[in-house]
């Protein structure tokens, strides 16, 4: 399958292109990025062209993969998915609404393939772990915390501007998302608070009548910087196990189910229309925190 990589930033180095160029069933095509003299530098490394617009990108590839910010990758997304090339995209899948549900609705229009970059959900032993407890069931809470900075000496993403002006909510939030929303299901009530260094709670009702709690930040003193996350019910209290995992190798995990799906298999489970749901869930935080009340959505 022909590739096109947009995005030309820490993590398109770190982990997309490294996997494109190395996956077996995939042919790394081009790069564009919105610095044309980095978009050449990274094609360069690879011994692939660098396109100097989106439209000509997406009309030579099957498939896009992006690592931008989500304002600027959910446009590039949508004329991709309407352009009927799958893909593979960055979390949040957009900043709003009614974009995450426009490539979505794209998507299912053209019978594509699609899958969102939620880094461990694709380490196998976390996968795992997630289906069984959901298969377990019984579960009355869930409790994460996903506090840390990216501000400290020598972290690539501390420098990137939608993740200063967004925060904790947006940068990690998904991640949260991503556990809980497998086990208990989607979200039919959203609460949230804002407090010192982008520290935002979250207490979220689920269609299970379960609740969860969410403590997310990008910003916290480095003393105070922790991730854990919790199941509590009938089976007790069941930690989320901490794991080893490693960008490029989760990301070629994500490949394979793309192309599997792409061939006929089935949809992975972080697709575009999980994308959306995350970024419904991010909104209505967004509404709840600034508003100081209860943001409710259809299930």
């Known amino acids: 399958m022909r590739f096109g990589l947009f995005g030309t930033g820490p993590w398109a180095h770190m982990t997309h292109a490294p996997a494109l160029a190395a996956h077996p069933g995939v042919e790394f095509v081009g790069v564009w990025g919105r610095n044309p003299d980095k978009a050449e530098a990274l094609a360069g490394e690879y011994g692939v062209r660098a396109y100097p617009t989106v439209d000509g990108l997406i009309a030579d590839v099957d498939a896009i ?22 893909l593979l995209l960055d979390k949040p899948v957009a900043l709003t609404v009614a974009e995450a549900d426009a490539i979505a609705a794209a998507v299912a229009e053209g019978r594509l393939a699609s899958a969102v970059f939620f880094t461990r959900r694709f380490v196998p032993q976390l996968q795992e772990f997630l289906e069984q407890t959901r298969k377990t069931g019984g579960w009355v809470e869930a409790r994460v915390h996903h506090v840390g900075s990216i501000y400290e000496e020598g972290n690539p993403f501390g420098a990137s501007p939608w993740r200063r002006e967004r925060g904790g909510l947006w940068d990690v939030g998904p991640h949260a998302l991503a556990l809980v929303l497998p086990v208990l299901g989607p979200v039919t009530e959203v609460t949230a608070m804002v407090g010192p260094r982008d520290m935002t709670h979250l207490l979220l009702r689920h269609a299970s009548e379960a609740i969860s709690t969410l403590t997310l930040s990008v910003d916290t003193p480095p003393a105070a910087a922790r991730q854990e996350a919790v199941f509590a019910g009938k089976a007790g209290v069941v930690a989320v196990p901490a794991m080893r995992w490693e960008p490029v190798q989760a990301f070629t995990r994500m490949l394979d189910e793309l192309l599997a799906a792409a061939d006929g298999g089935p949809q992975p489970q972080l697709d575009v229309r999980f994308g959306a749901a995350v970024t419904a869930v991010l909104a209505a935080a967004e509404e709840a925190a600034r508003t100081g009340r209860t943001v409710r959505l259809t299930a």
Do not use: E, N, T, W
Request: hydrophobic residues 60%; glycine residues 0%; charged residues 20%.
């Open 65 to 86: 993969a992006v690592a931008l910010p989500p304002d600027v990758q959910a446009p590039i997304a949508l004329a991709a998915a309407r352009a009927r090339k799958h």
